[in-house]
């Protein structure tokens, strides 16, 4: 069965410094997606991206996050300067479609990021 | 704010017995997702509930939704310690299509 692709699978960080998580959608997905899990909470989406855009994106989304797919094949999440708070789960999704789709979204297996 | 909200948070169950996780939610939506967490995995989906009424079935797992009341139930029969894991169940708004998620039901089964 296809799979999202997430690298590295663990990083840690120290605050201030920038990091650049790595996904690997599905490949004939067209929607992407990045959410947030803090540990032992729920989670959290952050910003979805359709046509090389952004299509949607929280609150937690700020001037600090950007995401961008400059291939063909990859979806990144950038943290210009990481806070002690930016430590979570960060699993990349893909979707075939907008709303509706089979199986709900596809998640990779996620990236914990500690920041130290 | 769109809320999701599942109880119980934790569930201690013994294998064989039947119990039901609750979710309910404070938005129109008429899509309900769930999925199982394994400590440290990723999401993996279990479920999409696409209508008022829809009921799905795999294994030992049940699911319903009821749009009018804004719930949706997972049912679970006769368990087993394999279903130990942490289940959450996500809506989307009519609009958009971002998923809002549930607090997160924490199963533990006992033998």
């Known amino acids: 069965e296809p799979e999202v692709t997430q690298t590295p699978s663990h990083q840690v960080t120290q605050m201030g410094q920038e990091v650049i998580l790595r996904c690997v959608p599905i490949?004939?997905?067209?929607?992407f997606y990045w959410y947030r899990q803090i540990l032992g909470q729920k989670v959290e989406f952050l910003v979805s991206?359709?046509?090389?855009?952004?299509?949607?994106k929280s609150e937690i989304f700020d001037d600090q996050f950007s995401v961008e797919r400059p291939d063909g094949s990859n979806f990144t999440l950038k943290i210009r300067s990481t806070k002690l708070e930016d430590s979570a789960m960060y699993f990349c999704?893909?979707?075939?479609?907008?709303?509706?789709?089979?199986?709900?979204?596809?998640f990779g297996s996620g990236t914990r990021l500690t920041v130290v | 704010e769109l809320k999701v909200e599942q109880n119980p948070l934790f569930l201690s169950m013994q294998e064989g017995k039947n119990y039901t996780i609750y979710c309910n939610y404070s938005?129109?939506?008429?899509?309900l997702y769930w999925y199982r967490q394994d400590p440290g995995k990723s999401l993996e989906s279990l479920f999409v509930?696409?209508?008022?009424?829809a009921v799905k079935q795999e294994g030992r797992l049940m699911a319903s939704l009821d749009t009018k009341a804004r719930l949706s139930t997972l049912h679970i029969t006769a368990a087993v310690h394999d279903l130990s894991a942490t289940y959450f169940c996500?809506?989307?708004?009519?609009?958009?299509?971002?998923?809002?998620f549930g607090t997160g039901t924490s199963l533990t089964v006992i033998p």
């Open positions: 999704a893909s979707s075939g479609g907008a709303r509706y789709t089979e199986k709900g979204y596809t």
């Open positions: 490949s004939n997905h067209l929607y």
């Open positions: 991206f359709y046509n090389n855009e952004i299509s949607e």
């Open positions: 938005t129109t939506s008429d899509r």
């Open positions: 509930l696409l209508s008022n009424g």
């Open positions: 996500a809506v989307d708004r009519n609009t958009g299509n971002q998923f809002y």
